[in-house]
């Protein structure tokens, strides 16, 4: 869900309010307040709550570091790499974690310690509100990894959100970090609907120095050597000892003892309140402890040698405001404050990166995919997979060196793409599920000519106002993709003739690959694409994989039930079968009560044979080296199959073509898709 615009906000809350029914005269209806259930969408966005302003007074001082939304946080933080939950952990220990807005029953927080619970077990009521509804076992993962922690005497770094009422002052950034801490205690209570919740206590390790969340004029606390100290008592039953944690009484933490949370072993404490000696001890930390790690992360430098490896997309800390600044442009980081940080970065030689360039591609394809004899289109060699049961095909163009080393060809582009700023390379705003706050893509990308939408809504620039770089790869995408269509005509006669007739590409996207980078599995089925699509790498390596979808390979849609008037394909696992499955049920009455008992039969039949029932194989692989072209032509390719792309070598870009209806499109920005070209501009295959 993408977060609420001021006016969005606005319209739901009115539309939360119940009618009134006749407004009188002269007075303003009455305005309930947001519901339960909006309120805690609201307050999961922006984190504080929209009911009421916060009247918690200051803190002392100001976090050394702090986020805007959740992927700046976990972007820019080694130590912290947890988009979901709370509790980040590794290798078994916990590093750190991030207290939210629901810490459990009987949570406490001072300058120094820090009582919450774990997370997990829970569920969101119709409220809105999230609740733990199971219990929590010490067997549990982050339970374990916060008990090793513990006992290895390993630091915590506690993050703290805006919506954490239980923080004593008023906190006006989203997340800040709050500094490192020791895990004294992990032990189990019993809260009040009758489950099992493990707790943590946090205590600060740096005792000598203030908390920034401290109240603003508060008293320092007292020192350390001047705390109670904590006895343990055995219990009667079980004999294991535990220290007094509840003011109300001693009470057994052993979940597995008769007596467990009993005050003296025989009545289940209610209105809880924490031991005053429980939280005001101190367990020091070893002066021989190693150094604890830096809060604040090194600016991210490229290993010599290296450039733009997958440390290069992290995020860094803006030296001016101590924001976690995701990497948003191509060539630097900049701050909303007015900080910009350009890398130092060495430009990367084409020949240093990719080698030579020969004809041999490690391709391969299976099943309803068919090879032809490779031939060659100007200096290209290309290789046709055809698909005919759909009437759909795919090209490889492959490139050599002669081709990438002409002027105006792919080793210029790839040199114009890496340093011309013009290009306009970033990653753009997107929807991400339960994260919150603002969340960017993982790639690089820019359009130019008609608008388009793919997962992510790019900026489109006009052609006329595109680099050349841009305007040479339209030419060639677009002889390639004139080329195929027509081959393809001359050899598929079952494909509706709006196919068979090429339609000028009219929009290109860019796209920057950083080590590492990929586009997973996806079809460019959208409504108002033309049925033909080029691409041309530049760069690195690049292997692409198609697949067919899950309803078509298996028969079962996205919430794993069987669709009964979906397509069966050359390719379709178990065809034959749901063929006559599908007919029967259609046609004979007789079948159609029995008819989802036939198709459990049939999974049924088909797993105790040995089959499998997941995603389908890959049915075409294509390498793609620098220079090499794709075109993919059949509306039924989009319908029926999907691809992803993943990048082999740490830098690598990509520019895709295709048509877009511009009925689709505001009429405002038709001249966008519009260009001139001479003579000598054209592309011909050389």
């Known amino acids: 869900m993408a977060p609420f615009s001021v006016n969005a906000i606005k319209i739901a809350v009115k539309k939360a309010a119940p009618a009134n029914g006749v407004k009188k005269p002269g007075k303003k209806p009455e305005k309930k307040p947001p519901s339960a259930k909006l309120q805690a969408k609201l307050e999961k966005f922006f ?6 302003p916060d009247t918690r007074p200051l803190p002392l001082g100001v976090p050394p570091v702090w986020a805007k939304a959740r992927q700046a946080l976990c972007e820019t933080l080694p130590f912290y790499r947890k988009y979901q939950g709370a509790s980040y952990t590794s290798g078994g220990f916990a590093i750190a974690m991030l207290l939210g807005k ?20 829970c569920e969101v009521g119709r409220d809105g509100v999230t ?5 929590h076992s010490a067997t549990r993962g982050e339970v374990r990894s916060f008990i090793a922690s513990m006992v290895a005497g390993l630091p915590v770094i506690l993050i703290i959100g805006n919506d954490n009422l239980t923080c004593p002052v008023k906190l006006d950034r989203r997340y800040s970090v709050m500094g490192h801490f020791q895990v004294t205690h992990v032990w189990p209570e019993l809260n009040s609907t009758g489950v099992i919740s493990f707790k943590y206590r946090f205590e600060k390790i740096k005792l000598d120095e203030r908390s920034w969340w401290a109240v603003a004029g508060s008293a320092a606390p007292a020192p350390a050597d001047s705390r109670p100290q904590l006895t343990h008592t055995p219990c009667s039953s079980c004999l294991e000892s535990h220290p007094q944690i509840l003011k109300n009484g001693w009470v057994c933490l052993n979940v597995d003892c008769d007596k467990f949370f009993k005050i003296d072993g025989t009545t289940t404490p209610s209105n809880l309140t924490y031991f005053p000696d429980f939280i005001d001890y101190r367990r020091p930390w070893p002066v021989n402890a190693a150094p604890l790690r830096s809060l604040i992360p090194q600016i991210p430098v490229n290993p010599p040698g290296q450039v733009y490896t997958s440390g290069s997309i992290k995020g860094m800390v803006c030296t001016a405001c101590k924001c976690c600044i995701v990497r948003k442009h191509w060539d630097h980081w900049q701050c909303d404050c007015g900080f910009i940080h350009y890398p130092a970065q060495q430009q990367v030689q084409i020949q240093s990166l990719v080698g030579p360039i020969d004809t041999v591609r490690k391709n391969s394809c299976m099943g309803p995919v068919i090879q032809l004899p490779e031939v060659t289109w100007g200096n290209y060699r290309v290789v046709q997979y055809k698909m005919p049961s759909i009437a759909s095909a795919v090209w490889h163009l492959k490139s050599n060196d002669a081709i990438n080393s002409l002027p105006g060809g792919a080793d210029d582009m790839f040199a114009t793409f890496e340093s011309d700023p013009n290009i306009g390379l970033r990653r753009w705003p997107r929807s991400q599920g339960n994260v919150s706050g603002e969340f960017f893509s993982t790639n690089f990308t820019h359009n130019f000519g008609l608008p388009y939408k793919f997962a992510v809504s790019v900026e489109s620039s006009p052609f006329r106002d595109a680099p050349p770089s841009v305007i040479a790869g339209l030419q060639r995408l677009s002889w390639a993709g004139r080329s195929a269509v027509g081959k393809f005509a001359d050899q598929l006669q079952t ?6 007739t090429f339609k000028a590409f009219n929009e290109l996207y860019a796209i920057g690959y950083m080590e590492e980078g990929k586009m997973d599995y996806h079809d460019d089925g959208e409504f108002g694409l033309g049925p033909t699509i080029a691409s041309l790498s530049l760069g690195g390596t690049a292997h692409m994989h198609f697949r067919m979808k899950r309803q078509p390979y298996s028969g079962l849609n996205k919430n794993c039930t069987y669709d009964f008037e979906g397509a069966i394909i050359e390719g ?5 079968v749901r063929e006559d499955i599908q007919y029967v049920t259609a046609n004979d009455p007789e079948f159609k009560p029995f008819k989802h008992a036939l198709v459990q039969q049939m999974y049924t039949d088909f797993t105790l044979a040995g089959g499998r029932i997941g995603n389908s194989p890959d049915f075409l692989k294509l390498e793609l080296k620098h220079g090499d072209i794709m075109v993919m032509h059949g509306t039924q390719l989009q319908q029926f199959y999907e691809h992803a792309v993943y990048a082999d ?20 920005s038709h001249y966008m898709g519009e260009y001139d070209l001479t003579e000598s501009m054209r592309y011909n295959g050389e």
Request: charged residues 30%.
């Open 131 to 135: 609740r733990q509804v199971r219990n």
């Open 47 to 52: 984190g504080t709550s929209a009911q009421s």
């Open 495 to 500: 494909c509706q003739k709006s196919e068979t």
């Open 649 to 668: 070598d740490n830098l690598r870009f990509a520019m895709t073509c295709r048509y877009v209806d511009p009925d689709t499109v505001d009429k405002k």
């Open 102 to 121: 629901d810490c459990g029953e009987l949570a406490y927080f001072d300058e120094q310690v820090v009582i919450t619970r774990a997370g997990g077990c």
């Open 572 to 576: 379709s696992l178990m065809k034959v």
